[in-house]
């Protein structure tokens, strides 16, 4: 790896950008323009992009106050999201197809940066911002993205955080909701002719809704973050105008979670169960953020944008993973097996000797010789760099072009120094037996070093928009493994990979007249390999035709798209069981794979302050491979991809005047197959999903609001990874309100 970055030269380089820009005359501008966070803009925007972009705006969030991103995100056609802890602490969220675990397929950013820990070396994002502060969502599919890499098949999710205000505004936010759930939001934050600034806290607990096995132990959760926003600019009217924005992150979360999941027998006995193997599962992080943003307004043509970015996150993951039995044959011999295999033994051969005995165990009982492990599963990331973007507004003939040039130097790297420890199960408690040694459950630095290229041309002729681009990615990713040593003290074993990828792309809009217009693209799309040599990038080509209306008292979108892979990576991680520890992280080709469907969104108003959304995605995938794997079995060509429902939906809508207002959200899932064969015990139930919110504003600074999640108590089964079967939240009711000043 490279030296880290050092912000100080950073800023050094923008002050001095500041000092020597070239003079010329400026339109002025309001600051609200000068936002550069955004990857699509405001909804109008939206609706004029070559592709698929949706804008989950603060308001459309306001309405259902959710804390959890899943639910809020699924508003938006061609979004999944695999459930797992019902708190949307970890999200696992997917794009037309692509995997959802842990959102590594996606390209996840927050102000346009990029947020998951490493993106290139290790995408899966164990780190998630806090959703209680995001004020928007942004999603981007389609040609477009390619701008947005490195995982450009699906496209790419952003996170607006609360910008600096331009008057002196803040908020105070109280919340209280059952199981012991309290949050408190603040923010502060004004603007002055050459400065402003926002400060912004959050905190938020729960006691969770799962109950431990005998011990009756809290499986919820502590989060925290604090933010500080500053802003340096000139005059408006300065004949360049230029701005520097400073923003400084840092969060900590501790939550007492576990991947164990149920038996189906458990389950339909009572799903908030919790086997008393999990006692002790906690999940602590540390999150820090740094991020340097320079604009200049250089003429009426040019817009110069330069950022430096810096993650770091720290985590340890402390929980069991496998169950070790004694060899009879050759006592002081163990074998392993997973939690994932003991459930499904228990489910699929219930009654037998073997799942009898692996029941008892779950149920409490002496273990004996044979042991549970715990592992350590602490980790350190670290992701850096500077991005730049020239954006060039200039006419030829009658054509009107947007050209962005674009370039990013990143590098990033996890570096995993894990143990394993092992406990006896005595009178239904855990007894430590062995505490495991630093370094003998993982001892690796694994980093990447990333150079992207883009550029896009935004043409503007008569009725017609056209986007050609291309992106350009350079990445090298090496593995240092001290397995053999966990002191690190020997040398390690190495192993290199790079690739090199021209991604081309191509989106048009054809406006038939003010109301309506059809839309249609291609892309080549990308996610970098491991980095093992035999690991080829993900690539795929990737196609969408669509229509659009907008008119007086509704608008809507119908996009049908087609993803052919010619190699569908895969990952292996804890997340999606059958992984083994010492193989954590790394990824297998998957070969040849289709997915295809169509999106639909339909918003507006049933009539005045009635307001109402449909969104619809019907999607049918399949293997074009057969092949083998540890993560997902022995896949047929021709079976479906998993953890991607055919339908989903979802129906909002209600009441709002600027008074009071109640709203309805009612959510329909497909039952969906967990593993290609899609077996008895291989599909989550179809489920019907309804929250309620409401909310009277008692004057002009003070408003309460209810909400209810799952009013029905749908406690079907949402998923079956890591562990066994897993449900949402059971119905839960919270009030709150909302002091602005």
Not at 214 to 232: A, M, N, P
Not at 491 to 497: K, P, V
């Amino acid at each position: 790896m490279k030296a880290p970055f050092h912000f100080s030269i950073v800023a050094s380089a923008v002050v001095l950008g500041m000092a020597t820009a070239s003079p010329a005359i400026a339109e002025e501008k309001q600051k609200e323009d000068l936002e550069t966070i955004t990857i699509i803009g405001d909804s109008s925007s939206a609706k004029k992009v070559a592709g698929s972009a949706h804008i989950v705006t603060e308001a459309e969030l306001e309405q259902f106050k959710y804390s959890d991103v899943n639910r809020a995100v699924r508003q938006v056609p061609g979004v999944y999201v695999q459930l797992e802890d019902g708190l949307g602490l970890r999200p696992n969220i997917g794009l037309r197809g692509t995997g959802t675990s842990r959102t590594g397929r996606v390209s996840l950013m927050e102000d346009g940066v990029l947020i998951a820990p490493a993106p290139y070396a290790a995408s899966s994002a164990y780190y998630f911002p806090t959703f209680d502060r995001i004020t928007g969502i942004e999603v981007l599919k389609g040609p477009a993205n390619i701008k947005y890499g490195p995982f450009t098949v699906g496209g790419a999710v952003n996170l607006i955080s609360r910008q600096i205000p331009q008057d002196g505004e803040g908020q105070l936010k109280l919340e209280k909701g059952q199981h012991e759930e309290l949050h408190g939001y603040f923010y502060y934050g004004d603007s002055f002719d050459n400065f402003g600034y926002l400060l912004e806290v959050n905190d938020h607990q729960s006691d969770g809704f799962k109950t431990i096995d005998r011990i009756g132990q809290d499986t919820g959760f502590e989060k925290s973050d604090q933010i500080v926003k500053l802003r340096f600019n000139t005059d408006s009217d300065a004949n360049v105008y230029q701005q520097l924005d400073i923003k400084l992150q840092n969060s900590y979360e501790e939550s007492d979670q576990s991947y164990m999941g149920l038996t189906d027998v458990d389950y339909a006995a009572d799903p908030y169960r919790m086997y008393g193997v999990s006692a002790g599962d906690n999940f602590k992080g540390k999150h820090q953020q740094v991020v340097l943003s320079y604009f200049a307004d250089l003429s009426d043509s040019f817009d110069l944008n330069i950022t430096a970015y810096q993650n770091d996150f720290a985590r340890n993951w402390y929980k069991t993973g496998k169950f070790y039995v004694e060899d009879t044959a050759n006592p002081g011999s163990y074998n392993s097996v997973s939690w994932s295999s003991v459930i499904g033994e228990i489910n699929t051969n219930r009654g037998s000797s073997l799942a009898n005995y692996y029941q008892s165990i779950l149920n409490g009982a002496d273990s004996g010789n044979d042991l549970i492990d715990k592992v350590d599963g602490n980790r350190s990331y670290l992701s850096e760099g500077i991005q730049a973007r020239l954006d060039w507004n200039f006419m030829t003939g009658d054509a009107d072009h947007y050209m962005q040039l674009g370039i990013r130097v990143h590098e990033d790297e996890a570096d995993r120094f894990q143990r394993q420890g092992f406990f006896a199960q005595e009178n239904g408690q855990l007894v430590v037996v062995d505490a495991g040694v630093w370094g003998d459950a993982g001892n690796r630095i694994d980093s990447a070093e990333a150079n992207s290229y883009y550029l896009t041309d935004t043409i503007t002729w008569g009725d017609w928009t056209l986007t050609p681009g291309v992106r350009y990615e350079d990445v090298e990713l090496k593995r240092e493994d001290w397995s053999s040593a966990p002191d690190r003290s020997a040398a390690a074993s190495i192993r290199t990979n790079s690739v090199s990828e021209v991604l081309p792309g191509f989106g048009a809009v054809w406006a038939i007249n003010d109301t309506t217009s059809v839309l249609f693209g291609a892309h080549k799309g990308f996610a970098p390999p491991g980095s093992s040599a035999s690991d080829k990038p993900e690539e795929s080509w990737n196609y969408e035709m669509g229509l659009r209306f907008s008119g007086s008292q509704y608008s809507s979108e119908l996009i049908a798209f087609f993803s052919d892979y010619e190699n569908l990576l895969g990952e292996c991680t804890l997340a999606n069981s059958g992984c083994d520890i010492n193989n954590e992280g790394d990824k297998f080709n998957g070969g040849k794979a289709e997915v295809k469907g169509v999106e639909l969104l339909v918003t507006g108003e049933l009539a005045e302050n009635w307001p109402a959304r449909l969104s619809y995605t019907f999607t049918d995938t399949e293997f074009g491979s057969s092949f083998d794997s540890n993560v997902w079995g022995d896949v047929t060509a021709g079976q479906p991809i998993p953890y991607i429902p055919e339908n989903q939906a979802q129906l909002m809508l209600g009441y709002d005047n600027s008074e009071w207002s109640v709203l309805a959200s009612i959510n329909y899932f497909d039952s969906l197959c967990t593993k290609p064969a899609c077996g008895e015990f291989e599909r989550t139930d179809e489920r019907t999903l309804i929250d309620l919110s409401g909310e009277i504003q008692a004057n002009e600074n003070v408003a309460f609001y209810a909400t209810i999640e799952n009013i029905t108590d749908e406690d079907s089964i949402v998923a079956r990874e890591p562990y066994g079967a897993r449900p949402d939240k059971p119905r839960t009711a919270k009030v709150g309100v909302k002091l602005s000043f």
